[in-house]
């Protein structure tokens, strides 16, 4: 199947940017997603952004696609305590029911 | 609204014994997924429905059966747990005549097979 890759961990300080890295490899797919999941909770959709795009600004949040690297990166932008969490990127394709495959996660921690 | 909703919330087998989690959604989605996820693996697909009636394997189907007899519910047995099965368990639905792109996930379902 195809493969999607996230570091593990970052460590911000509150006020700081936050930029968290996905790689993939499958170039065939249609939207690239952000989802945050909080402990002890399902996960929430964040932003998506379409595969002809390269960057999609929501808020706080700046999504940037490089499709030529199959890069996919999440910024926030002065990252609160509350942005504490794991982010996972995923990616689905066209037709037979939008399946998502979801990289491994990131845990982001915010700092004092 | 109550979106995604799972039951129950945790559970504890033993090995060969079976069970059923629900999942339900008031949002009138067409497609309904169930995944599991396991610590440094992200979350996996383990079978979805694209419809009322329709059923289809993910990517890790192997130990579980799925039934989609209701619009609203779906439904992921396991009828022989093994301690591999030990997992969160989430249910997502997505899809509908407005947006097809967003899943809508459950709160999870913790199980633990002994």
């Known amino acids: 199947g195809e493969d999607v890759e996230q570091s593990l961990f970052l460590s911000v300080r509150e006020g700081d940017s936050s930029v968290i890295n996905c790689t993939y490899t499958d170039s065939s797919s249609t939207y690239l997603y952000w989802y945050k999941q909080e402990p002890g909770a399902g996960l929430q959709l964040l932003t998506y952004?379409?595969?002809?795009?390269d960057m999609k600004q929501d808020q706080r949040l700046t999504v940037l696609l490089n499709k030529k690297d199959k890069h996919l990166s999440l910024r926030i932008a002065d990252t609160q305590t509350g942005d504490s969490a794991i982010y996972f990127c995923a990616e689905s394709f066209t037709g037979g029911g939008n399946k998502l495959t979801f990289g491994t996660g990131t845990q982001l921690k915010v700092e004092l | 609204n109550a979106g995604v909703t799972q039951t129950p919330k945790f559970r504890v087998l033993k090995t060969g014994q079976s069970m059923t989690l629900l999942c339900a959604q008031d949002?009138?989605?067409?497609?309904m997924y169930w995944y599991r996820q396991d610590p440094g693996m992200g979350l996996r697909l383990i079978h979805y429905?694209?419809?009322?009636?329709?059923?289809a394997k993910g990517e890790v189907p192997d130990g579980y059966n799925v039934s989609r007899l209701k619009k609203q519910n779906f439904l992921l047995g396991l009828e022989s747990a093994a301690p591999s099965q030990t997992s969160v368990y989430f249910c997502?639905?997505?899809?509908?005549?407005?947006?097809?792109?967003?899943?809508?996930f459950g709160p999870g379902t913790r199980l633990t097979v002994t």
């Open positions: 997502a639905s997505g899809g509908s005549a407005d947006v097809t792109y967003e899943q809508y």
């Open positions: 952004i379409f595969s002809n795009m």
């Open positions: 949002m009138n989605h067409e497609y």
């Open positions: 429905s694209v419809g009322e009636g329709t059923t």
